[in-house]
């Protein structure tokens, strides 16, 4: 399982246009083979900090995911938006257990 988990400080602020775009993104990307969890969401104690969630089964789907339409036009949405700072890490593993 590949786990990503991360945060982009936009200079604007996590705008409504912003949260649009991730809301298509995110609909389209649930739809995906081998996508178990994917979400952008404002960080509720920063207003200018965008985080990201990702849970994928394996690295084909991740790579998968990267060719994908809908990901082309959310880089290009990004491509608008003033970003600070970006961290992104990416976790493998291969057990997991829910709680």
Known sequence: ??????????????????????????QATHQEEGCYEYIFYPD??????????????NEQALTNHFGTAHVDAFR??????????REIKKFETDTFESM
């Open 44 to 57: 509720p104690l920063d207003n200018n900090v965008l985080r990201v969630f990702e849970m994928w089964e």
């Open 1 to 26: 399982m590949i786990v990503i988990a991360g945060s982009f400080r936009l200079d604007a602020g996590v705008t409504d246009d912003v949260m649009a775009a991730c809301k298509t993104v995110m």
């Open 76 to 85: 290009k949405a990004m491509g608008g938006w003033a970003t600070s700072e």
